[in-house]
């Protein structure tokens, strides 16, 4: 089977620039024309290339504070890159906790948007929807808008959107503390069984039974940098003793 | 072949689904969250006409003929352009699990709540149609040249399209971009032919309907609804110049500015 690329990513890096303001008007910048507000530049992701092909599983480790999450979010298409490009092949969810649903509509509403800007048509959402709602076991609730939920719901939802429906890349950042222990079986079952055959995963954990189970590629990450990328052994002995 | 092409393209592509499901629900949320529901669309342009119908014919006789319709067809054009203006200022942060989560173009959130807006005109349209046909004693009936609506209508959905992406992606770094517009949006209110004569304005303003972009949009409206002439094509091609114009650089500022939008807002 000829493999293709999920992501290519050139010489990425990404720094934040917090100015000790927060409020960003035209009569703030209009007075302090000649006096500008005092920055601090937060170098999150220093020049990294990677590339990724399609169908792989991919691990993310590292400690916290070492960049995951940004690297997650200039992969995924959300955070602009400063230098260098990216190229992604195909729509990319990125899934952790409070997933992007809007807490204004009803589940039904959220599971049809989910879903379209997953890529799906309306029809082919239609075929899922019940799937859907009993994998979240919110069936009583399924007009209810998704602000009356507990945030157990609504991780649950999120997470059977993304099951059924996914993305063609998906970012998962600990996403195996949804739910109690009956749907994180459930959860843990489905993942293994359909979803990580075909998919693009990154999986973003602490866990390192989950990444060493699932991946057969690491990156280790250490301040914005990629230390290591490769073999997930490797990937989690370098892991473990930067936390020694 | 080029048919054939954009077929294939709506048959594979969702994003015509997406565009018409984002609109329906953005439109379902404005109008049936509240009591009176979809009513407000309808009584809040016939609350405008009373006031201004009062104000202007009754208190300074201006002799307007037919002047219930001639606000009527004005103000539900203005509606559209302020509520696809000054209501979309923050969509970029209302809208924000649309893209956070996910690398969707930001310009179907745009086009999908514009769109919901255009649902809104197409009531507010009908009610007019149904006024000047049925109740307006000075009314002209239905002709031809109301066709040329759809081309004025377009004009004014890419002009608020345009000034939408500016104002939403200004508002990213700047947040009072939006007491700025309500300021100018109340001058060019003031500057627009919404209840004025049209000779009146024409004579103390010389050459603004060329200069504001509404006020040609507005004059042109009148002629083909309600005066059985067609548009003046000089005026209309400078407002789809406008139009144009404001889009580009709409699209400017949202491959510069709304691309941060995920990290700043």
């Known amino acids: 089977m000829k493999t293709e690329t999920a992501i290519i990513a050139k010489d990425i890096s990404k720094t934040f620039h917090i100015s000790e303001d927060s409020h960003n008007t035209v009569k703030h910048r209009l007075f302090n024309l ?46 602009p890159t400063d230098t260098g490009y990216i190229k992604i092949n195909g729509s990319t969810m990125l899934m952790n906790l409070g997933v992007g649903m809007s807490h204004e509509l009803t589940a039904r509403e959220n599971i049809y948007v989910s879903g379209s800007v997953l890529g799906l048509k309306i ?3 239609d075929k899922l929807f019940d799937e859907i709602v009993e994998f979240a076991e919110i069936r009583n609730f399924v007009d209810t808008k998704v602000k009356f939920f507990s945030s157990g719901m609504m991780a649950r939802l999120a997470f059977s959107i993304a099951v059924k429906a996914g993305a063609d890349i998906m970012f998962l950042d600990e996403i195996f503390s949804v739910g109690d222990m009956k749907f994180r079986e459930k959860a843990v079952k489905i993942f293994e069984s359909s979803w990580i055959q075909g998919k693009t995963v990154i999986l973003v954990s602490h866990g390192m039974e989950v990444i060493k189970k699932y991946c057969n590629r690491s990156a280790f990450m250490k301040n914005g ?20 | 072949m080029l048919l054939k092409i954009l077929n294939d393209w709506f048959k594979s592509s969702n994003k015509v689904e997406r565009l018409w499901l984002l609109a329906k629900i953005e439109f379902k949320l404005r109008y049936y969250e509240n009591k009176l529901g979809l009513l407000w669309a309808l009584i809040k342009p016939l609350m405008d006409i009373v006031i201004y119908y009062v104000v202007f014919q009754i208190i300074m006789q201006q002799n307007v003929p037919a002047f219930a319709s001639y606000l009527f067809i004005g103000l539900i054009l203005w509606n559209f352009f302020v509520e696809s203006t000054t209501g979309t200022i923050q969509i970029l942060n209302t809208k924000k699990y649309l893209y956070e989560y996910s690398n969707m173009n930001k310009m179907e959130i745009y086009v999908s709540t514009l769109l919901s807006n255009s649902i809104g005109f197409f009531f507010n349209f009908m009610m007019f149609l149904i006024f000047y046909n049925f109740f307006e004693k000075e009314s002209t009936g239905l002709s031809v040249q109301n066709f040329w609506i759809l081309a004025i209508f377009l004009n004014l959905f890419i002009l608020s399209l345009g000034m939408s992406l500016i104002l939403s992606t200004i508002y990213i770094i700047a947040k009072d971009i939006t007491q700025v517009w309500m300021v100018f949006i109340s001058f060019l209110f003031f500057l627009s032919p919404i209840f004025y004569k049209l000779s ?22 009148r002629s083909v609804m309600m005066e059985q002439m067609p548009p003046d094509f000089q005026l209309m091609g400078f407002d789809y110049a406008y139009a144009t ?14 691309s941060k939008a995920a990290e700043k807002l």
């Not at chain 1, 170098?43 to 169908?55: D, F, M, N, V, Y």
């Not at chain 1, 290591?228 to 892991?239: H, M, R, S, V």
């Open chain 2, 200 to 221: 009146t304005f024409q004579q103390r303003l010389p050459h603004f309907d060329y200069g504001n972009p509404m006020a040609g949009i507005i004059i042109n409206a």
């Open chain 1, 225 to 244: 940098e990629i230390d290591f990328f490769g073999d997930t052994e490797k990937a989690i002995e370098l892991y473990t003793a930067d936390n020694q």
């Open chain 1, 123 to 125: 029809k082919e959402v």
């Open chain 1, 34 to 79: 000649f006096n500008p507000p005092k920055r601090k530049d937060i170098p999150a992701l220093k020049l990294t290339s990677l590339e990724i092909q399609r169908g792989e599983c991919i691990g993310l480790i590292g400690r916290n504070g070492c960049g995951k999450t940004t690297l997650t979010k200039v992969l995924a298409g959300v955070y």
């Open chain 2, 245 to 258: 114009i404001l889009l580009l650089l709409g699209i400017i500022f949202l491959n510069r500015l709304g």
